[in-house]
Nanobody
Framework: EVQLVESGGGLVQAGGSLRLSCATS????????IGWWREAPGKEREGVSC????????YYEDSVQGRFTMSTNSAKNAIYLQMNSLKPEDPDVYFC?????????????WGQGTQVTVST
């Protein structure tokens, strides 16, 4: 059974930082694109960052470039997202994902999500 379990969300003031973690199991970590998506109320989910297994390059959505850093630990099958300079408009729920076929735009597996709230 595939599992992705996020942690680390919470309430932070604008300009602050949070580090999200995602523990994964049930699939071959290095054979999938892995990353983070997010969702704001009333809006579609959007990709935040992703690493493709084929080239190891990390991609970031434009609005988080320079503020967010994604990392992985293959030995622990874990994914992390360091979020700095958080803004009130950064959407609320963050999901870690794994994408079969190495396609960051089409996640195959989703975590349950972790809430991030940024106060002014």
């Amino acid at each position: 059974e595939v599992q992705l379990v996020e942690s680390g969300g919470g309430l932070v003031q604008a300009g602050g930082s949070l580090r999200l973690s995602c523990a994964t199991s049930g699939f071959t970590f290095d054979d999938y694109a892995i990353g983070w998506w997010r969702e704001a109320p009333g809006k579609e989910r959007e990709g935040v960052s992703c690493i493709r297994s084929s080239d190891g390059i990390t991609y970031y959505e434009d609005s988080v470039q320079g503020r967010f850093t994604m990392s992985t630990n293959s030995a622990k099958n874990a994914i992390y997202l360091q979020m700095n300079s958080l803004k009130p408009e950064d959407p609320d729920v963050y999901f870690c994902i794994a994408a079969e076929g190495d396609d960051c735009s089409e996640p195959t597996f989703w975590g349950q999500g972790t809430q991030v709230t940024v106060s002014t």
